[in-house]
């Protein structure tokens, strides 16, 4: 089946350090990748997407490429403010229609 | 605002008991999907319905059922209801439900807490 990994959480930053988020994928078929984001008290919003290998995605300077051959998806943002604090979810889309998310990381911002 | 409205927020209640939760999607779309969310599990996907049809299932125990009405509006059923059962459970929507570019809009869930 199909399965999303992320790197475990919390993560914990000060402002303005450089965030990654690992994310690695198993799929059968040829999966859209996606980074979901959830801020408190709130229901996941797409944060941004990739359909094919190579693409890039990016939204309010969070950036990740689709990677087919290491079967990655990784999130990165060069300055994270402390409003970026708020729970990161990695997930894939298959043709069928069916999404997998993984079990997200929690990034807290300190001033 | 997602345009996905789920109801109630909260909801107390006790084991052995039944409730139902209620989700209407974006205006237009098509496709619902449940999802459960708790701290052990992280989110889980539950069950997926097009236009009245059930389309998929995940890990949907069978004290849970769901159903999508022609308004497309759909309702989460939980049944005999257990301690573990407390969760946050969230409804998303999307225009089709086919396509593997399609992203979710999710609604704000509901905070069920079972004692």
């Known amino acids: 089946g199909n399965s999303v990994t992320q790197m475990e959480g919390p993560v914990t930053l000060s402002e303005e350090a450089f965030l990654t988020i690992n994310c690695t994928y198993t799929?059968?078929?040829?999966?859209?990748l996606f980074w979901y984001v959830q801020y408190p008290g709130e229901g996941l919003q797409l944060l941004l997407k990739?359909?094919?290998?190579?693409d890039k995605g990016s939204n309010k300077g969070f950036e990740a490429t689709y990677r087919k051959e290491t079967t990655s998806f990784h999130l990165e943002k060069g300055s994270v403010q402390v409003s970026d604090s708020a729970v990161y979810f990695c997930?894939?889309?298959?043709?069928?229609?069916?999404?997998?998310f993984g079990d997200g990381t929690t990034l807290t911002v300190k001033p | 605002d997602s345009g996905v409205t789920q109801t109630p927020k909260h909801l107390i209640t006790a084991t052995g008991q039944r409730v139902t939760l209620r989700c209407s999607p974006r205006?237009?779309?098509?496709?619902v999907y449940w999802y459960q969310q708790s701290l052990d599990q992280g989110l889980q996907f539950l069950i997926h319905?097009?236009?009245?049809?059930e389309r998929a299932k995940g890990n949907i125990l069978e004290r849970f059922s769901a159903q999508q009405f022609p308004d497309l509006h759909s309702e989460l059923n939980l049944s005999s209801l257990e301690l573990g059962d407390s969760a946050l459970y969230f409804c998303?929507?999307?225009?089709w439900g086919g396509g593997r570019g399609e992203k979710l809009f999710f609604g704000s869930g509901t905070q069920l807490s079972v004692l």
């Open positions: 990739a359909t094919k290998a190579d």
């Open positions: 319905y097009y236009n009245g049809e």
């Open positions: 998303a929507s999307s225009p």
């Open positions: 799929a059968t078929g040829y999966p859209s």
């Open positions: 205006s237009g779309d098509l496709s």
């Open positions: 997930a894939l889309r298959t043709n069928a229609g069916k999404s997998t």
